[in-house]
């Protein structure tokens, strides 16, 4: 049984996502609270709360300052942020604080996925004091840099959406963002992309520059991670992605999955920036001193990228990448993903105990070459 608050001002809103979350899952407990700044009035002091809703717009306190608060009491839970304002002040704030935005009046499929996300995210193998620190998101920061060249570039009117991908593609945390927020419920897209050229044409220009912008300026503020070790996971996640995508032209999967695959590969270097951030190594390591490199790495990945609600296939894709069935290439992308993260860290050399696992000859050939 999971438990989940709902915080809003609006008594209407409050039974109507009390009336159907009941109806979706009638065997969880669901709490709820008008007031803002006493939000965690109406909770039992021995309750764990796994999903918190909160209005943006209420009396006397944002929403967003609401669930800055709760991550402080409960840094496991799915923070949502519920709005009808989609302009980029309120969009780049929520993004800060929230792992799902929603727009108003919400609609039954948000919420499926929201209570979707807590069963997906609590299968995944982490202890409760691992959830809470990877929950609180306070270590997924891009490199500030990115924000001057994205700048210049837009101050070309001849920039395009296809400009902005060759640099943003070489950083994966901010990919992960701006699909994620392309994806969104609020701006009605009813079909999903990981397009991230459709993604930037989505948000549009000013948008994903000021998205980047907040995300960038919060890491000047920060430092987790020496920028040399993100400079280099950034450009082997790009590398392991540049080949998953020569791996999948050659068996010529359709274009929906040679992107799924690209997406795969660049986003599971995620893991990899948090176990060499300093907190991490401080905290946690000793935790996982007998976990194989790879297979916590793309733990981590999977967690971060189901907690921000990307698909289950592509995070499934991640996470069995690091012990793949070796059968059925053409449609095992977790197999692709491995392959391609193998062949990036040899330098272009596929070991010889990988390529004899294959009975695809036509894999062989290409990462013979």
């Known amino acids: 049984m999971f438990n989940v608050l709902f915080v809003d001002d609006d008594s209407f809103m409050l039974r109507a996502l009390l009336r159907l979350a009941k109806r979706l ?46 991550s402080k009491h409960y840094p496991q839970a ?3 942020l519920l709005t009808g304002d989609t302009t980029e002040e309120v969009v780049c704030k929520a993004g800060k604080t929230a792992h799902f935005v929603l727009s108003k009046p919400f609609n039954e499929q948000d919420i ?3 209570l979707t996300s807590v069963e997906r ?3 995944l193998p982490f202890s409760h004091d691992i959830r809470a620190m990877l ?21 070309n009117d001849q ?56 995300i960038a300026i919060e890491q000047s503020l920060t430092s987790i991670i020496d920028k040399s070790a993100q400079i280099r996971i950034n450009e082997h ?24 695959l690209f997406i795969a590969a660049l986003m599971s270097s995620i893991g990899e920036l948090i176990v060499s951030s300093r907190i991490w190594q401080n905290m946690f390591a000793a935790q996982f001193a007998d976990w194989p490199p790879q297979k916590l790495i793309v733990a981590i990945s999977a967690y ?10 592509l995070c499934h894709t991640i996470l069995s990448s690091a012990e793949p069935e070796f059968s059925d290439t053409e449609h095992n992308l977790a197999l692709l993903l491995f392959l391609a993260w193998y062949v990036t860290e040899h330098h272009g050399i596929m070991p010889e105990e990988i390529l004899d696992k294959l009975s695809d000859d036509q894999i062989k050939a290409l990462l013979l070459k």
């Open 159 to 214: 920039s395009e959406a296809a400009d902005i991908v060759d640099l943003i593609a070489h950083d994966p945390l901010i990919t992960a963002k701006l699909l994620q927020l392309a994806n969104s419920a609020f701006l009605g897209f009813s079909r999903t992309t990981l397009s991230i050229e459709e993604a930037i044409k989505r948000l549009g220009m000013d948008l994903t520059s000021a998205i980047i912008s907040s």
């Open 25 to 70: 899952r009638p065997d969880w407990q669901f709490w709820t609270e008008q007031d803002g700044l006493n939000w965690a009035k109406s909770i039992a002091n021995d309750v764990n709360v796994d999903l918190i809703i909160c209005d943006y717009l209420m009396p006397d306190v944002n929403g967003d300052t609401v669930l800055v608060e709760a």
């Open 237 to 260: 996640a790009y590398q392991r992605a540049l080949n998953a995508q020569k791996i999948a032209n050659v068996l010529c999967l359709q274009k929906s999955k040679q992107e799924e």
């Open 304 to 313: 971060l990228l189901t907690l921000w609600g990307y698909s289950e296939s």
């Open 78 to 80: 799915i923070r949502a």
């Open 112 to 114: 499926v996925q929201l």
């Open 135 to 155: 929950g609180a998101s306070a270590l997924l920061l891009p490199q500030p840099d990115i924000v001057q060249r994205v700048r210049k570039m837009l101050q």
């Open 121 to 123: 995210v609590h299968k």
